[in-house]
T-cell receptor
Framework: NAGVTQTPKFRVLKTGQSMTLLCAQD?????MYWYRQDPGMGLRLIHY???????AKGEVPDGYNVSRLKKQNFLLGLESAAPSQTSVYFC?????????????FGEGSWLTVV | EDKVVQSPLSLVVHEGDTVTLNCSYE??????LLWYKQEKKAPTFLFML????IEKKSGRLSSILDKKELFSILNITATQTGDSAIYLC???????????FGSGTKLNVKP
């Protein structure tokens, strides 16, 4: 079972470069999320999606864009990378059950902007 | 404003000790509270606590939810070095499909 898969795992970017993080889930989940994790700050929501073709802003959306063209994929783009975007990025997915949702995470993508 | 606060931020104990991690929340339309363990990579699910399930136990780990006082605790008894990790608390809300995470508690268990 693959679950949630992120690519790439590691990347070094120069300031001003662009890149896209790819996320795929094979659990047929409706909801998908992109979080960033920085030391001492827990997980902060960047953008999320409640279904194919829909996206919404989270807590820290500036400098990022997302797209969800297919239910199983959620892409995170950095148009012009800045050193402040050096972080670990986690993609996640969830679905609604009667009791509540459980969120499942990918392995993380370590991004360094120099 | 919705928020989830965990304490302490970090904790160092020795093997065999018992630890209690705290999570308080101020969230409207509360549905459930979740605990995750994060070692090197992705957070892994530990417990979900809801109105109908306010106490959970799995081996040496247990957790309770106090919906009146708006907090949860995660207890780990007879700690082992393998328990060293960041423990994350998250709250799920009705109708919002988003999870609100605390900043985590970093637990270091020394031999």
């Amino acid at each position: 079972n693959a679950g949630v898969t992120q690519t790439p795992k590691f990347r070094v970017l120069k300031t001003g470069q662009s890149m896209t993080l790819l996320c795929a889930q094979d659990m047929n989940h409706e909801y998908m999320y992109w979080y960033r994790q920085d030391p001492g700050m827990g997980l902060r929501l960047i953008h999320y999606s409640v279904g194919e073709g829909t996206t919404a802003k989270g807590e820290v959306p500036d400098g990022y864009n997302v797209s969800r063209l297919k239910k199983q994929n959620f892409l995170l783009g950095l148009e012009s990378a800045a050193p402040s975007q050096t972080s670990v990025y986690f993609c996640a997915s969830s679905t609604t059950t009667g009791a509540g949702n459980t969120i499942y995470f990918g392995e993380g993508s370590w991004l360094t902007v120099v | 404003e919705d928020k989830v606060v965990q304490s302490p931020l970090s904790l160092v104990v020795h093997e065999g000790d018992t630890v209690t991690l705290n999570c308080s929340y101020e969230v409207t339309n509360f549905r459930s509270l979740l605990w995750y363990k994060q070692e090197k990579k992705a957070p892994t699910f530990l417990f979900m606590l809801t109105s109908s399930g306010i106490e959970k136990k799995s081996g040496r780990l247990s957790s309770i939810l106090d919906k009146k006082e708006l907090f949860s605790i995660l207890n780990i008894t007879a700690t082992q070095t393998g328990d060293s990790a960041i423990y994350l608390c998250a709250v799920d809300k009705y109708n919002f499909n988003k999870f609100y995470f605390g900043s985590g508690t970093k637990l270091n268990v020394k031999p």
